[in-house]
């Protein structure tokens, strides 16, 4: 019997998703475990496999559209099923057939709708009648700041699509539109002011959000206002590190950087002080017996935090090769959800840069976040005498919550030895 194949919601608290690829074509046989549809996050891209043999029988979302969680997406049915009526099917299901795609995906059969009976979804009130616009297009046009009503759509019946929005896009100035001189209307039907937005003045481009640049604000900013930071800092001189490095680097598999033996000395400073292992949850402060550690990652639509998992007993070679291979596919938008999910504690680092020394926001649900600073060459007093070292500046933001002051200055030393003394990476 014919079934709903619903939007998931592949982490917590998320709301929605993008269809970005379907895996199977329509009136496909398909296997238990295999791929449907991949869908993504603000952060990662999600395989949304079959839990039983079967047949897609209709996609109901195109490429491209972001969907709410529990939202219908595709038609599934049982091995060999077929049904002449998709509409009737899914009427009976309580769903109403969407409209035909913009820019279909693999072999879609979508049911057709009359354009007398638009869903309500679809359109938008605009005088004289409705404005009918895809989910995309409607995306598109309020990230841009387009009215919506003074584009003409291109798409079956009028409807705007993706192409549409676009193209007004790169007609207005500057490849960006004013804040619409219209608001939504009001149950009462007079327009209400928009208050406190300005259109861009004349030489300014306004960047339209990405989905992941606003995960990243919603996330920090609930960051800063749950978790009680407090900030510990400390140096190293990182000569014998330095030398490691070297050594290591004439004979392992993967190149290994100072940013892996950073990550490798702080798990074993966890394995040491195993109160910092922890993150603060409603119910109770939840300690972990592994080490799993989140790298932060910088791409160009922002930042991704992928996990490193058992840290603690993996090899300097493996930490290198995971912490090269994450990173690749962080840049390349081909993250899956588990690998960024876990972890207690965040390492951060912008010395590459040349940047001394940095403060950096905690990574919910971590208990702390180290931030990493550049290599450089300072006077420091060695048993009574000046002389010439090659010091590394860290600070650690720690959650008040799950972990005391006293804690982490005993783990900042922890750390600091381990660096100083770094033959214990190798252990």
């Known amino acids: 019997m014919a079934d709903l194949l619903r939007m998931p919601e592949v982490a917590a608290n998320t709301t929605g998703a993008l269809v970005a690829a379907w895996s199977v074509a329509v009136d496909s046989q398909y296997r238990a475990h295999d791929t449907i549809v991949v869908i993504e996050t603000a952060k990662a891209s999600v395989d949304i496999e079959a839990e039983s043999d079967g047949v897609l029988l209709a996609t109901l979302v195109p490429v491209g559209v972001d969907v709410p969680v529990g939202a219908p997406i595709a038609l599934l049915g049982a091995p060999g099923e077929q049904i002449a009526d998709i509409d009737a099917a899914l009427a009976a299901l309580g769903v109403e057939a969407p409209a035909p795609a913009e820019s279909p995906g693999v072999g879609d059969r979508r049911p057709s709708r009359s354009p007398a009976a638009p869903s309500p979804v679809d359109g938008v009130a605009v ?46 100035d500057n490849g960006v539109s004013s804040v619409a001189e219209s608001s939504p209307v009001e149950s009462s039907g007079a327009a209400a002011p928009v208050i406190g937005v300005l259109p861009a003045p004349n030489g300014v481009t306004d960047v339209p959000h990405s989905r992941l640049r606003r995960a990243i604000a919603a996330r920090l900013s609930a960051s800063t206002q749950e978790a009680p930071h407090f900030y510990l800092r400390g140096s190293a001189r990182v000569d014998s590190l330095m030398r490691l490095r070297a050594e290591l680097n004439e004979v392992a598999a993967f190149r290994v950087s100072i940013n892996d033996l950073v990550i490798k000395a702080a798990a074993l400073a966890h394995v040491q002080v195993p109160d910092m292992n922890v993150i603060w949850t409603a119910e109770a402060i939840r300690r972990y017996s592994s080490v799993d550690i989140a790298v932060a990652v910088a791409t160009d639509a922002g930042l991704v935090t992928p996990v490193l998992r058992d840290v603690d007993t993996a090899s300097v070679s493996a930490i290198a090769r995971d912490t090269a291979d994450l990173g690749d596919r962080a840049r390349r938008s081909a993250l899956q959800q588990p690998e960024l999910e876990g972890g207690t504690l965040t390492v951060t680092n912008l010395g590459m840069y040349g940047t001394e020394e940095f403060a950096a926001i905690i990574n919910p649900p971590h208990a702390a976040i180290l931030a990493v600073g550049a290599v450089r060459q300072e006077p420091v007093v060695i048993e009574g005498r000046i002389d010439i070292a090659s010091v590394m500046n860290f600070t650690l933001s720690v959650d008040h919550r799950p972990v005391d002051g006293v804690t982490a200055a005993v783990w900042m030393r922890a750390f600091i030895g381990i660096l100083e003394r770094p033959v214990r990476l190798l252990a």
């Open 127 to 172: 005088a004289g009648g409705r404005l009918f616009v895809s989910p995309l297009a409607r995306r598109l046009a309020r990230e841009a700041g387009l009215d919506a009503a003074t584009i003409t759509g291109s798409g079956p019946d009028g409807r705007i699509v993706r192409r549409d929005v676009e193209a007004a896009i790169r007609r207005s």
